[in-house]
């Protein structure tokens, strides 16, 4: 993977998690401070509604109220459901939004108080259990639609998921523009790097962006002019060399050849032999100087 793609990937994936983790952190505090406000209603509403079914009782017999339901996050009355246990778990009283089947004490047994979540026919219900005073054992079940917090919680998640989508585009798109432009130089030297690679010496690295990329740019365009030197010299070299070593070995090769080209004595081949060895020796003492120069 090519650096500018991981370096804002990088940057794309940190704000993934930071913004995913914030609004994750968000949604569930509002969520959790809705469902309290809701929860403190209902506690207050049942505590009221065991005093008045308590006060309003004939005999044994306990009956629940037909007032509104609680009032909670600026919204209400809620419809209400209630039903009121006898110690024994049987229903004393219930209201109409029940239906008349109310759900088994078993079912809904919470401590007093607590308040908890409850299906009551595919509807969502927050409920809360609380004594009924003077009447040991008997129980008040207080109840409320969560329907508009469960919307209210639907509609912020949707709201943050829109907002997260256009936020890591947005944070992608600006990652790209500003390692775009701060690797501008980065890519010049690639690219002159590549040309050089493939034998083009002339090419150099115009010195744009910041400092350190101005710095790299200069850097580079040297190692390049150097190495230029370098390849040069290496070529004047070669060619020198080629060219001193030309003239002996013609000469050595000539004194061979036109001593073997007709019958001669052993003086006259001693003399070609020393005019050879004179050559010889003439292309060791240059080989010698080639090797240091080299």
């Known amino acids: 993977m090519r650096f500018r793609a991981r370096l804002i990937g990088a940057v794309t994936g940190v704000t993934v998690v930071t913004l995913g983790g914030a609004f994750a952190v968000v949604g569930r505090l509002i969520d959790a401070d809705q469902q309290r406000q809701l929860d403190v209603a209902l506690v207050n509403e049942a505590h009221q509604e065991a005093s ?152 150099r690295v115009e010195a744009v962006g910041d400092a350190e990329a101005r710095q790299l740019a200069q850097d580079v365009n040297q190692m390049i002019e150097r190495l230029s030197k370098l390849l040069a010299a290496h070529e004047e070299f070669v060619t020198h060399a080629a060219h001193e070593l030309r003239s002996p070995m013609t000469t050595l090769y000539g004194e061979l050849a036109h001593a073997l080209r007709r019958s001669r004595d052993g003086e006259d081949y001693r003399v070609a032999i020393a005019a050879a060895l004179e050559v010889a020796q003439r292309l060791r003492e240059l080989a010698e100087t080639l090797l240091t120069l080299a």
């Not at 709201?159 to 432009?181: N, P, S």
């Open 52 to 203: 008045e079914s308590a006060r309003g009782a004939h005999g044994e017999k306990l009956l629940i109220s037909d007032g509104p339901g609680p009032y909670a996050n600026d919204i209400g009355p809620l419809t209400k459901y209630g039903a009121l246990f006898a110690a024994d778990g049987h229903v004393l009283s219930s209201t109409e939004t029940f239906l008349g089947r109310v759900p088994p004490l078993g079912i809904v047994a919470h401590a007093p108080d607590e308040c908890f979540d409850l299906w009551f026919h595919r509807e969502h219900l927050r409920a809360v259990l609380t004594p009924v005073p003077e009447h040991e054992g008997s129980l008040l079940l207080l109840a409320a639609p969560r329907l508009d917090l469960d919307s209210d919680a639907l509609f912020l998640r949707r709201a943050m998921e829109i907002v997260f989508i256009v936020a890591v585009a947005w944070a992608a798109l600006v990652a790209t523009w500003i390692v775009r432009r701060l690797t501008r130089g980065h890519a010049a030297v690639t690219r002159v790097a590549r040309r050089v690679a493939d034998g083009d010496l002339t090419a």
